[in-house]
């Protein structure tokens, strides 16, 4: 008669060949599918219990480690790249995170939702407003953004660590004329000024502008080579730059640096990527993989100040668009201002700087 083995499991006899060795046990067919699970990332088969997932995915404790978080609201368990964080960087589901953000009108800092683009145009302009001194309020960030996006999700509002009492309010990104025309910048920043905010008077506060980089190329060389005039005619104009902006040097030299005049548009560029790889805090931040950032403006929420700001900030990427590195260094400030008559709160800001060639104008208070 065969001789029969017995299963450490379910101590039943079976044929030698019927039983599996697993973890120093021999097992039978059955119980081996039974006591183990394959984790479903490296196919490594583990015992049952040592499963660190759940009842809809296997894994094993070091593939859970290394690439997968368990939501802290449902406690579902999510890829480390799926995963949204909140203030107290907890991760969570999309699920629960959409409920969370539902609740909250102050996003927390690093929310970004995907970009909506308005208007048609190859350039798009994203703004990036802070506003102080008005309380990091979910019921004044929910009346602004009501303003705003009325007839579309223009904005959302996030917490800034930088500011003593406000937030940052956040647009989509928009053409020039959507942001001139129908984009109501002239009502919330009425509001805000209602509301108790200030922007440049807080001294605490930067208005940023993000330019999409296909703006200025289908390629990346095609792109660097616009982004390096750009620099150029920062770094050229820089004192003239720096009087528009209304920052003062020790705010510059800590959100807003520049990255030193050099001699051809290209060296600049070649210096800022070398020198200054991975840092935000510079008059032009090249950080973005889909846009370059103008950190250079100070706040405000005087409305003729800030469309002024993006059509500069237009102007110069149309210039460096159209003109070749020889035509961007031979370019006068003079020469610059004179070609924005286009833009009237421009050429009406430039004189209030005293940086257009005109008779002084009488100066509204900035806020």
Not at 142 to 153: D, G, K, V, Y
Not at 253 to 260: D, K, L, P, S
Not at 299 to 304: A, D, P
Request: charged share 30%.
């Amino acid at each position: 008669m065969r001789e029969l083995e017995t299963c450490e499991i379910c101590h039943e006899d079976f044929a030698p060949e019927e039983l599996v060795e697993f973890g120093g046990l021999w097992v039978c067919g059955a119980c081996f599918e039974g006591i183990t699970v394959v984790c479903e990332r490296c196919g490594t088969r583990i015992w049952r219990e040592d499963n660190a997932g759940d009842d809809d995915i296997c894994l094993c404790r070091e593939c859970f480690d290394d690439h997968y978080v368990r939501c802290s609201n449902c406690q579902r368990i999510i890829r480390d790249e799926d995963a949204y964080y909140g203030d107290d960087d907890t991760p969570m589901c999309f699920d629960c995170n959409q409920e969370y953000n539902s609740r909250y009108a102050v996003q927390a800092y690093g929310y970004k939702p995907s970009p909506v683009f308005y208007g048609t145009s190859e350039r798009y302009l994203g703004v990036e407003l802070e506003l102080d001194c008005g309380g990091e309020s979910d019921q004044n960030a929910r009346t602004l953004m009501e303003i705003a996006n009325s007839e579309e999700p223009h904005i959302y509002i996030k917490h800034d660590g930088s500011l003593d009492d406000g937030f940052e309010v956040v647009s989509h990104p928009m053409s020039l004329a959507y942001h001139l025309n129908t984009m109501p910048w002239a009502e919330v920043l009425t509001k805000a000024r209602s509301l108790g905010y200030k922007s440049h008077q807080a001294r605490t506060c930067g208005l940023h502008v993000h330019i999409n980089r296909t703006a200025f190329g289908d390629t990346e060389k095609e792109q660097d080579a616009v982004i390096a005039r750009i620099l150029f005619f920062f770094e050229k104009h820089w004192e003239e730059l720096l009087k528009f902006s209304r920052r003062t040097q020790r705010q510059v030299e800590q959100w807003a640096n520049r990255y030193g005049y050099k001699d051809r548009p290209r060296e600049i560029l070649d210096h800022a990527k070398k020198s200054y790889s991975g840092v935000r805090y510079t008059a032009v931040n090249l950080t973005n993989a889909e846009t370059i950032e103008v950190r250079l403006f100070r706040g405000t929420l005087k409305y003729t100040s800030f469309v002024a700001t993006l059509q500069l900030v237009n102007r110069i990427c149309d210039c460096a668009v159209c003109l070749s590195d020889d035509e961007m260094k031979a370019m006068s400030w003079t020469t610059f201002a004179a070609g924005c008559t286009q833009h009237p709160e421009l050429v009406q800001y430039l004189k209030e700087r005293r940086l257009y060639v005109n008779d002084p104008v009488e100066v509204e208070a900035e806020v």
